[in-house]
């Protein structure tokens, strides 16, 4: 824009904090079960799936077990922080699951979300700033992707 004119934004506080709640909840769970290929936000739940390693594929998929390993990440309210650093300086173990050939090579500086001690990522989206405000969720849907893959379909209440 030119001549001095500026310009104005209005959005949805509480469509931007629900999804920023979704957001963090899949950093949770997937720092939690460490690897996700993919995920996705819809309006009325979050979708991820997550790929184990060959050597850590879990005999029995426990949801009980799981939401009560994640609603501890959640209460015990973790900072949410950033950092943002240079492209050359990280390597993939930096990333934990962020792939650097993803990035594009005209990124220098990467973004680093780290949550607790148990997930750090490159990443770009929207967090909330403490796990607690998160809140309530539930898992709404477990399937079997194959023997290595499970798709996770959860809901922040």
């Not at 310009?7 to 720092?31: C, E, K, P, V």
């Not at 996700?36 to 077990?65: C, K, W, Y």
């Not at 950092?83 to 220098?108: F, G, H, Q």
Request: charged share 25%.
């Amino acid at each position: 824009m030119g001549g001095g004119q500026a310009a104005f934004i209005q959005f949805d506080w509480a469509f931007r904090y629900q999804n920023m709640r979704y957001h963090t909840l899949l950093h949770i769970i997937s720092g939690y079960l460490y690897r996700i290929t993919s995920s996705g936000i819809m309006s009325d739940h979050a979708r991820l799936e997550v790929e184990f390693q060959e050597d850590n594929v879990p005999s029995e998929f426990d949801p009980e077990l799981i939401t009560q390993n994640i609603w501890q990440l959640i209460k015990d309210d973790f900072p949410v922080t950033t950092e943002t650093v240079d492209r050359n300086t990280l390597n993939e173990e930096d990333l934990i699951r962020t792939y650097t050939n993803l990035i594009p090579k005209s990124i220098t500086n990467v973004r680093l979300v780290k949550i607790g001690d148990f997930d750090e990522q490159a990443c770009a989206g929207t967090h909330v700033a403490l796990t607690g405000e998160v809140g309530d969720f539930k898992f709404i849907q477990l399937k079997n992707k194959g023997r290595l893959k499970k798709r996770i379909k959860v809901q922040v209440l």
